[in-house]
C-alpha cells in the first residue's frame, strides 16, 4: 500500500511559524540586551546586528506571505498572525535601532580605533568578528540568487513573495552599508560600498519588473493597486541613493536623464489621493514613464546593433 504524504494545512503552517517567531523574539531580546552591555565600539555592535539580522528578516517575509495567504480564509488565523508580526517587527527594529550613543562624544580617531578585540562582549556564541568581506559575500549572493531566479509570471502569489524577496535583500544590503561605513576608510571598503549600492541598484530595477508584471495582472483591483503603490514608494526611497551612481556607469542621453528624473519626481510624490479615481490617475503615470523608459532602451539596443 502506498501512503502519499498529506500536505501541511495552512493551519499547522501557522503554529508552526507562530512557534518561531517566539523563539526569535527571545533571542531578539537576547541580542537587545548584549547590545546594552557591549563594551566595544561602533563596529562590535553593527556585527552583533548581523549574527541575527538575516534570520529575523527572513522569518519577518516569512510572515508577511502568510499573512496574504491567510487573508480573506481565516479571521482568525489572519489576526494571530497580525499581532505576532507586529512584536516580531517591533524587537526586530528595537535592535536595528540601537545605537551606542557614548561613541556620540567620541573623536574620529578613537571611533577608527575600536574594533571588536577592543571589548568582547560575555556570550562565547558571538565572540568571533564577522568579517566585512564575509558579509559582503554572503549579502551579494543572496542578490544574485534572486536576481537569477526565475520568475512566475502568471503566479500571482510568487510575485507577491518576489516583492517581499527583494525587501528583505534591501534591508540586509543596507545593514552592510551601515557596517561598511563604520569601517576605518580605504580603498577597499570604498570599493565594497559601491558593490553593495550597485546590487541595491538592480535589486530597485528587478522591483519595478515584479511590480510592472503585477499591475498587468490586477485587472482594476484597487485596493491591491493600492497596497502595490505603497510597496513601490518603500522601496523607491532608495532611488535617490541609487540613481547618484549612474554617472559612472557612462554617459546618459538627455532623454533618458530628463525622463529617470520625471520618474524620481513622480515616485517621490506623496499618493493623497487614494480614492479610485486617484489609484487609477497614478497607476496610468507609472505605466506611462515604463513604457518610455522601455523605448529608450529599446532605442539603445537599436543603436548598439548598427554599431556593430
Keep these: 500500500m502506498i501512503h502519499t504524504k498529506k500536505l501541511t494545512s495552512l493551519e ?17 531580546d537576547q541580542i537587545r540586551e548584549q547590545l546594552s552591555s557591549c563594551g566595544g565600539g561602533t563596529n562590535t555592535i553593527e556585527n552583533l546586528k548581523l549574527t541575527i539580522a538575516p534570520d529575523a528578516a527572513t522569518l519577518i517575509s516569512q510572515g508577511d506571505t502568510l499573512i496574504l495567504e491567510t487573508h480573506g480564509k481565516s479571521k482568525t488565523l489572519t ?18 535601532s540601537f545605537r551606542n550613543y557614548q561613541d556620540l562624544d567620541a573623536t574620529p580617531q578613537q571611533l577608527n580605533s575600536t574594533n571588536d578585540n577592543d571589548g568582547s562582549f560575555n556570550d562565547s556564541t558571538h565572540s568571533k568578528s564577522i568579517d566585512l568581506d564575509e558579509i559582503t559575500t554572503k549579502v551579494l549572493k543572496r542578490i544574485n540568487d534572486l536576481l537569477v531566479k526565475p520568475i512566475a ?109 520625471s520618474t524620481r519626481e513622480l515616485i517621490s510624490e506623496p499618493l493623497t489621493n487614494r480614492t479610485e479615481e486617484g489609484l487609477s490617475q497614478r497607476l496610468y503615470e507609472i505605466k506611462e514613464k515604463q513604457e518610455e523608459l522601455k523605448l529608450i532602451i529599446e532605442g539603445v539596443k537599436l543603436s548598439g546593433q548598427n554599431e556593430l
Design 79 to 96: 489576526q494571530r498572525l497580525m499581532e505576532t508580526q507586529a512584536n516580531l517587527r517591533d524587537k526586530f527594529k528595537s535592535v536595528q
Design 153 to 261: 509570471k502568471d503566479n500571482e502569489a510568487e510575485l507577491t513573495k518576489r516583492i517581499l524577496d527583494i525587501k528583505e535583500r534591501q534591508e540586509e544590503a543596507k545593514l552592510a552599508i551601515d557596517v561598511a561605513s563604520q569601517t576605518a576608510p580605504s580603498e577597499s571598503v570604498s570599493n565594497i560600498m559601491t558593490v553593495i549600492r550597485n546590487g541595491m541598484r538592480d535589486l530597485s530595477l528587478h522591483f519595478d519588473e515584479i511590480i510592472a508584471i503585477l499591475f498587468s495582472i490586477k485587472k482594476g483591483n484597487m485596493m491591491d493597486v493600492s497596497s502595490l503603490l505603497s510597496e513601490h514608494e518603500f522601496a523607491k526611497s532608495l532611488l535617490g541613493e541609487t540613481l547618484s551612481f549612474t554617472s559612472e556607469t557612462g554617459p546618459i542621453d538627455d532623454t533618458l536623464t530628463r525622463t529617470l528624473r
Design 12 to 28: 499547522q503552517r501557522v503554529n508552526e511559524f507562530d512557534k518561531t517567531a517566539k523563539y526569535m523574539i527571545k533571542k531578539l
